[in-house]
């Protein structure tokens, strides 16, 4: 076989994909009738050979008759709402159905059954490191719905399966790719942008099942946290990295009162201070506001100088 072989180079039909057509069928009640009749029809012939005897073209006739009829109530497929038939004849595919109700196809073909309902997928929990090299325990969970039959029977071996795996991959790709938390809020975190993530996921786990014909409804991380044995020391950097936000905030509100404390009683003439009983007067503030404890006020008998 040569290098120009389209076989060899996947140009053939070999590499052609399958895509979705609609199924050849018959309605079936008008061919269960007809069974029945035809049935009916054939056990008469055999009881008329029995009333004739020796007239062999009647057995003939009878069972010939019945095969017909079991060939009839062969080709009968019925289907459900929200489920297709994938018909495989001789090996090859010749079409889905999809419209519910009894129909009459090819009683040699092979119809397989593929649910076309939404259905959830639960991953499992991962232990993965994130873009920090921090170890974090995630899970998903992904709703899916297969839109084409063919490529979910003959792109790939197992369906459900095949899902599942490229699920997983895609969650242990996506925690690898950003950190648990971001410092300075300036990159996607796992769990300060939870929408943005979400949505990077869907749209990574679509790509990956598409050639299974898979649409992907909605994706949702289930679990997110660090994992057990770095957590305690995650949780004490957060009440940390809190404590100091906190502390910041307190500053920040202390300085603007003392600086409205010194601009009110400069403009109101209440009382005049030299900058060294200016920085006096910020101190004892600044200690009073942003003391954790209450303070304990000390009354001044004498002069403001003594």
């Not at 076989?1 to 309605?27: C, F, I, K, L, Y």
């Not at 969970?141 to 991959?169: C, L, M, N, S």
């Amino acid at each position: 076989m040569t290098a120009e072989d389209p076989v060899s180079s996947g140009q053939g039909p070999a590499a052609r994909p399958v895509s979705e057509s609609v199924a050849w069928s018959a309605p079936g009640v008008r061919v269960l009738v007809s069974g029945v009749v035809t049935t009916l029809a054939g056990i008469a012939m055999l009881i008329l050979h029995s009333a004739v005897s020796g007239d062999w073209i009647l057995i003939v006739a009878g069972i010939l008759v019945l095969i017909l009829a079991a060939l009839q109530f062969q080709g009968l497929t019925p289907v459900v709402v929200q489920e297709a038939r994938v018909v495989q004849l001789f090996g090859r595919y010749r079409g889905t159905i999809r419209d519910p109700g009894l129909h009459w196809v090819n009683p040699f073909a092979r119809r397989l059954r593929v649910s076309t309902r939404i259905r959830n997928h639960e991953t499992a929990v991962a232990k993965v490191n994130d873009a920090d090299g921090n170890p974090v325990e995630i899970a998903a969970v992904v709703v899916w719905q297969v839109r084409d039959t063919a490529k979910a029977i003959y792109a790939v071996d197992d369906y459900p399966q095949f899902i599942a795996i490229q699920t997983e991959a895609a969650v242990r790709h996506t925690a690898s790719s950003y950190p648990y938390t971001s410092h300075d809020g300036s990159a996607l975190s796992l769990r300060d942008n939870a929408e943005e993530i979400t949505q990077r996921l869907s749209t990574e786990i679509a790509e990956r099942v598409r050639p299974a014909g898979v649409h992907i409804v909605e994706s949702r991380l289930t679990r997110l946290s660090y994992a057990a044995e770095i957590a305690q020391a995650m949780l004490r950097q957060q009440q940390a990295s809190a404590v100091v936000g906190a502390r910041q905030r307190i500053v920040e509100g202390a300085v603007g009162m003392v600086r409205l404390a010194l601009q009110r009683l400069e403009e109101e003439g209440v009382v005049e201070l030299d900058e060294e009983r200016k920085a006096a007067m910020v101190s004892n503030l600044l200690v009073v506001l942003c003391s954790e404890q209450a303070t304990q006020q000390v009354v001044n008998t004498g002069s403001l100088y003594q």
